[in-house]
């Protein structure tokens, strides 16, 4: 097994082993299960590209490495900017993909209840919502695919479920949803439940079996407790909708092609207040006066190295009798049986003398540094969407329950601050950081927005485009290459800037 993992880990490519890899969006990775399934949606571009199919084929160039950019009669709101490049030649096709709409949310009225998933029907009513989302997929494309169609919409819906808290956010009362969905005061209740204690203590029986069920739900009496703020709803929000996502693409695998998985980083608009969600190592930051705001953390398996220690520490079984969670600085030798290492476990950030076991002989749960650390000897980052049929090369070790779906959300006040044309939000996948730090990222956006004109329609795109060249290069006679002569991003790299001072325009 160990010679089968290091087999592996030599040929690996990007964030996978290889296998899976150069496959279209039809064919699934790793898996019997879904061959012959239709794709659940074709391979493409994002729509607002507008690709012509002669440009789509021309996008996939891997010795050109062509930017692609919006046109310039084609608008985004807030006139946000977007450019992308395929990869150096890891995968056949484009395994990054994006979204950037404008949704309208709505409260769920009776029988005209709006079905989960519907395609926004132009009806400009609602709370308005914008959304941008960047997704970094591996092992192939179908899961951002179907990521970049459907998240912002699962959004939109569930937030259409507490649209009557958040359209009163100065001081939200403590109302929660009754049984039969309708609102109520749980002041109201409170008063109820007294009543019906009275009543049976009136009558002689105990009061608990007479209380009514709104009281005795949990759910109801932690809304009683705690005041919920409308941006702790939001949040809650997005991280049920990345789940929800993640649970449909297991759904729908038993109908259709869903190959791979993917990073999600989505951004949302709404009432004032930009919230970021980030379930894997794509990145955001807002570049205000030329100062970083970070508005997002990479998931890795580094950087999340205790959390999935401590799942391989209490269920031992998912690591297959293959892998240990401990970690050492190095691989042990058999002949090293006995003698004392330095390690660390789940419970640990510094190292610490053991003697070793014959345990401590497996592989590594996480092995590798920096962006070639693994998760079982396969994928280089910890949290995002799809990967159900994910297994350890040539094995039956499942790598789905290491991962999460869950995003970390970061909340930034508009309304609070004053912006001007300058001031962004850059999403990027790994492909723009890989090779560019927040602060080149900022003084690159900053000299190329004071150059170009404010009115210009296209000045975000440009940027973008910019940003875009700085993480590829130029291809020379040893490969692709920057000014420095350092290598360039040979990933897919996908880039929205997103003007800050845009809502302000917006009605
Ligand atoms: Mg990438």
Same mark, same amino acid.
């Given at each position: ?38 794709? /659940? ?11 012509? @199919? ?49 949704? +309208? ?29 960047? $997704? ?47 609102? $109520? ?25 007479? #209380? ?5 739900? *949990? ?71 030329? #100062? ?5 953390? #990479? ?63 497996? +592989? @590594? ?8 650390? /693994? ?8 949290? %995002? ?21 869950? @995003?970390?959300?970061?909340? $930034? ?7 001007? *044309? ?58 692709? /290459?920057? @000014? ?14 997103? *003007?800050?001072?845009?809502?302000? %325009?917006?009605?």
């Amino acid at each position: 097994m160990i010679s089968k993992v290091k087999n592996a880990m030599s040929t690996l490519v990007g964030g996978m082993i290889p296998h899976g890899h150069h496959h279209p969006s039809g064919t699934g990775q790793n898996s019997g299960s879904s061959e012959g399934l239709p794709p /659940r949606f074709p391979y493409g571009r994002p729509d607002f590209l507008d690709l012509t @199919p002669e440009l789509l084929q021309y996008s996939t160039e891997h010795a050109s490495r062509p930017v692609l950019m919006l046109r310039r009669d084609s608008r985004l709101p807030w006139r946000t900017g977007y450019a992308e490049v395929i990869n150096a030649g890891k995968s056949m096709l484009n395994e990054d993909q994006a979204s950037c709409e404008k949704l +309208f949310v709505k409260k769920p009225s009776g029988k005209h209840r709006s079905s989960p998933l519907q395609e926004d029907t132009g009806d400009a009513t609602g709370i308005p919502l914008h959304f941008w989302g960047v $997704y970094d997929g591996h092992a192939g494309s179908g899961a951002a695919i179907a990521a970049s169609k459907l998240l912002h919409r699962l959004i939109r819906d569930r937030l259409g479920e507490v649209a009557h808290l958040l359209e009163n956010p100065a001081s939200p009362p403590p109302i929660c949803l009754a049984k039969n969905g309708s609102p $109520y005061q749980a002041t109201e209740s409170k008063k109820g439940a007294a009543a019906a204690a009275a009543a049976a203590q009136q009558q002689g029986e105990g009061a608990a079996a007479e #209380e009514p069920d709104a009281i005795s739900d *949990p759910t109801i009496r932690y809304h009683m407790e705690k005041v919920v703020s409308m941006e702790s709803l939001v949040m809650g929000v997005l991280e049920n909708a990345f789940r929800q996502m993640d649970e449909l693409i297991e759904k729908e695998k038993a109908s259709y092609t869903i190959s791979g998985g993917c990073c999600a980083l989505a951004a949302v608009q709404m009432l004032g207040k930009l919230y970021v969600a980030n379930a894997g190592d794509s990145r955001a930051i807002i570049i205000r006066n030329d #100062e970083v705001i970070p508005m997002s953390n #990479e998931f890795t398996p580094e950087s999340e190295r205790q959390r999935l220690q401590y799942l391989g520490f209490l269920r031992p079984e998912l690591l297959g009798n293959e892998f240990t969670h401990m970690e050492f600085p190095r691989r042990i030798q058999h002949s090293e049986l006995g003698k004392k290492m330095l390690f660390r476990d789940h419970t640990m950030t510094g190292w610490a003398y053991r003697t070793i076991v014959e345990d401590d002989l497996k +592989f @590594p749960l996480i092995y590798g540094e920096g962006k070639k650390a /693994r998760v079982m000897a396969t994928i280089g980052v910890t949290r %995002g969407l799809g990967d159900h049929d994910l297994k350890v090369y040539n094995s039956n070790i499942h790598i789905k329950p290491f991962l999460s779906c869950c @995003p970390e959300v970061k909340v $930034y006040d508009l309304s609070e601050n004053k912006h001007g *044309p300058d001031d962004v939000l850059v999403m990027g996948t790994d492909g723009l950081w890989d090779v560019t730090t927040d602060q080149e990222v900022a003084d690159a956006v900053s000299t190329f927005l004071s150059g170009c004109d404010p009115s210009d329609p296209m000045r975000y795109t440009l940027a973008a485009q910019d940003l875009l060249m700085r993480s590829r290069g130029v291809l020379k006679e040893r490969g692709w /290459r920057l @000014p420095s002569d350092r290598l360039g991003s040979g990933d897919d790299i996908t880039v929205f800037v997103i *003007p800050l001072a845009g809502h302000e %325009g917006e009605t």
